[in-house]
Antibody, heavy 121, light 110 residues
Framework: QITLKESGPTLVKPTQTLTLTCTFS??????????VGWLRQPPGKAPEWLAL???????RYSPSLRSRLTITKDTSKNQVVLTMTNMDPEDTATYYC?????????????WGQGTLVTVSS | QSALTQPPSASGSPGQSVTISCTGT?????????VSWYQQHPGKAPKLIIY???KRPSGVPDRFSGSKSGNTASLTVSGLQAEDEADYYC??????????FGTGTKVTVL
């Protein structure tokens, strides 16, 4: 059974850097064809894809946020970390990490429970 | 990158069918056989119910089906049940943005 869980601050101030950690079980990021993605969902709005890291350490970022995002993995700890710089109140959202597999490469399944991040001074 | 267009709401009585559309462009929905659908209940994470336009993950009832014609994908829920009341989001691989989501449709079971 694959599970993922996000952790990090629930409140950040404008201009600060957000660091979120995804801790997962049930798969290994050293296995070929596997990845972990980050997505977010502002309150009452649709999800938005942010970043994806693959088993071979290749990375993809949303073009609109690329300059602010960094995704890394620690295979030994079964963790993926997302950092987002220069946080703004518009970045207030529930942030999710999710499992990706090449056999269903257009989708993310399953997702973690999500963590709500509020950006406010 | 613009979001995919979905109707804000859809409804049906128990046992009926409801179909949700998802309209994009030739750079996303129309260009690839990579459309997925997610179901989201209030306060919960999205759950994958359709991938690669028509495929259902293990455990998803066959009441859920997907299709695509040109730049528009569709999700049909047959034999509506109370537990199908939720928000539904489409998503497509996109040449520029990798993954783009739809605006979302709230399905109400009357």
């Amino acid at each position: 059974q694959i599970t993922l869980k996000e952790s990090g601050p629930t409140l950040v101030k404008p201009t600060q850097t957000l660091t979120l950690t995804c801790t997962f079980s049930g798969f290994s990021l050293s296995t070929s064809g596997v990845g972990v993605g980050w997505l977010r969902q502002p309150p009452g709005k649709a999800p938005e894809w942010l970043a994806l890291i693959y088993w071979d350490d290749d990375k993809r970022y949303s073009p609109s946020l690329r300059s602010r995002l960094t995704i890394t993995k620690d295979t030994s700890k079964n963790q993926v970390v997302l950092t987002m710089t220069n946080m703004d109140p518009e970045d207030t959202a529930t942030y999710y990490c999710a499992h990706w597999a090449i056999v269903a490469s257009d989708s993310f399944d399953p997702w973690g429970q999500g963590t709500l991040v509020t950006v406010s001074s | 990158q613009s979001a995919l267009t979905q109707p804000p709401s859809a409804s049906g009585s128990p046992g009926q069918s409801v179909t949700i559309s998802c309209t994009g462009t030739s750079s996303d929905v129309g260009g690839y056989s990579y459309v997925s659908w997610y179901q989201q209940h209030p306060g919960k994470a999205p759950k994958l119910i359709i991938y690669e336009v028509t495929k259902r993950p293990s455990g998803v009832p066959d009441r859920f089906s997907g299709s695509k014609s040109g730049n528009t994908a569709s999700l049909t829920v047959s034999g509506l049940q109370a537990e199908d009341e939720a928000d539904y989001y489409c998503s497509s691989y996109a040449v520029i943005n990798n993954y783009v989501f739809g605006t979302g449709t709230k399905v109400t079971v009357l």
